[in-house]
């Protein structure tokens, strides 16, 4: 429903001639919403926050209070009937109607590289001697409208996994830093030399392909050809922070003084947590002018030490970030067609380790055998968990979700079809989501 149909790209325009797009662009994100909501397009959007290190569950979404080594937080009630989280979560609490906790995430991939690969792509690394498409890229693919000007696949953050055998139609764009957005899209030269330029280019690359036929040759062209159009199109002001009106950023950045150009590096505020809220915003202004896929990273869950400090203080990050997304989606009516994820590579072990870091403090090791994620929005049954952990949070005893599964959820949510086959360069048929997986029906 997000989805921007031909004709309000022809209305952007129209609105861009008109010179509503000048100094200020408060309005025209609405504009846009407003045709895409007229459109008959059913397709749904994403957002995957993705937490790196892996998160720990018995801190987080799986609270195991008065237990051996249940941790430090206290659990707190939220707005789903007997649903707990961390006490570090009290504005995601009130949210929690909105979402569902999986609680039985169960995976064998106990090492960083791997199980970032698997939970990304459904497939683990080195099956087949293939690189698997990551969620993204299959997101860009089934669902992207190859018209659009902008790419239907945006990362914000360190660099996530890209489109593998799909090919480079399907990769990311990457943005580093959401306060800079997508930086030197103006050409060094004036409008009629890049034009020369560039036909120049591609003429010599259509009779370079056309003598070769090499595949590398049209990989360069088709990324060169994703760049001009990126550089000439208007909905690239999406990537531009600065023109969301104050009473969005408000939301984000609570304590941020009004009028200031740069919302989240003025204030006063955690520089990290600016830069997470940052990056939800910024989320959210390109899934609503029809980005189906966007990845937003925050690091540091890797807490082999001084685990409660870190914990807390990445748990207050996610709270407002958040929070901030599933809020603004849900005023926007976005909610319902955006599922937002939050997840990791896996959990982090029941016991506490003996290894004191800076602050005197022991923490957690890897542990893929129990963690948890969470779902909002999307159009999924919210206020409730699936899944259950032991006393100790070490083993699931109830509705284990493997990998599988768990990206088969994902494709349904999302109106793909993961039994599908899509073929390699060599045309090798391989399936969105390997064969066994059952999504979680309780969800739907």
């Known amino acids: 429903m997000n989805f921007i149909p031909p004709h309000s790209r022809r209305e952007f325009l129209r609105i861009a ?5 000048g100094a200020s662009l408060s309005g025209w994100l609405n504009v846009l919403a407003a045709r895409a909501a007229e459109s008959k397009v059913k397709h749904k959007s994403c957002i995957l926050l993705w937490m790196d290190g892996g998160p ?5 979404f799986d609270l195991k209070p008065g237990t051996a080594d249940g941790g430090e937080f206290k659990p707190i009630k939220t707005s789903a009937d007997g649903v707990e989280i961390s006490e570090h979560f009290p504005k995601l609490a009130q949210l929690m109607n909105h979402g569902a906790i999986i609680r039985g995430m169960s995976t064998q991939e106990g090492a960083h590289g791997r199980a970032k690969v698997y939970l990304h792509t459904g497939y683990k690394e080195g099956i087949g001697g293939l690189v698997y498409p990551s969620l993204g890229s299959i997101v860009s693919k089934e669902l992207g409208d190859p018209n659009f000007p902008l790419p239907n696949f945006v990362t914000i953050g ?17 943005v580093a830093d959401p306060a800079r957005g997508v930086e030197s899209l103006r050409p060094l030269v004036n409008e009629s030399q890049f034009q020369n330029r560039t036909g120049l280019l591609e003429d010599m690359e259509a009779g370079f392909y056309k003598q070769y036929q090499g595949t590398a040759i049209n990989d360069h062209r088709t990324t060169y050809q994703r760049a001009i159009r990126l550089m000439e199109c208007k909905e690239a002001k999406a990537f531009d922070l600065a023109l969301e009106p104050e009473s969005g950023k408000k939301l984000y950045f609570p304590n941020q ?21 940052e990056s939800c915003l910024l989320a959210r202004r390109l899934i ?7 990845e937003v990273t925050l690091g540091g869950w890797d807490t ?8 807390k203080q990445l748990s207050g990050i996610v709270d407002q970030g958040l929070s901030a997304l599933i809020n603004d989606l849900k005023d926007r009516g976005l ?46 049954k919210g206020g409730q968990v699936i899944g259950k952990t032991d006393a100790e949070g070490a083993t699931v005893v109830d509705r284990p979700v493997p990998v599988i599964d768990y990206m088969a959820t994902i494709c349904s949510i999302l109106g793909i079809d993961y039994n599908k086959q ?19 029906k309780e969800l739907l």
């Open 56 to 60: 720990s569950h018995k801190d987080t």
């Open 304 to 311: 082999h030490q001084n685990n409660f400090s870190r914990v």
């Open 158 to 174: 360190p660099r996530s996994y890209g489109a593998g055998f799909l090919g480079p139609k399907h990769q990311p764009l990457d």
């Open 17 to 21: 001639s008109a010179g509503a797009l």
């Open 422 to 440: 899509n073929e390699t360069p060599i045309g090798r048929p391989i399936r969105v989501v390997e064969k066994g997986a059952n999504p979680i």
């Open 288 to 294: 609503e002018v029809g980005i189906p896929f966007v």
């Open 257 to 277: 003084p009004a009028q200031s150009s740069e919302p989240a590096r003025k204030g006063g505020g955690n520089n990290n947590n600016n830069k997470f809220a």
């Open 335 to 380: 909610l319902d067609s955006t599922l937002v994820i939050w997840m990791g590579e896996f959990g982090r072990t029941p016991k506490i380790n003996n290894r004191q870091g800076a602050n005197g403090e022991p923490g957690r090791d890897h542990y893929p055998r129990a963690w948890s994620t969470v779902f909002f929005g999307g159009g999924i």
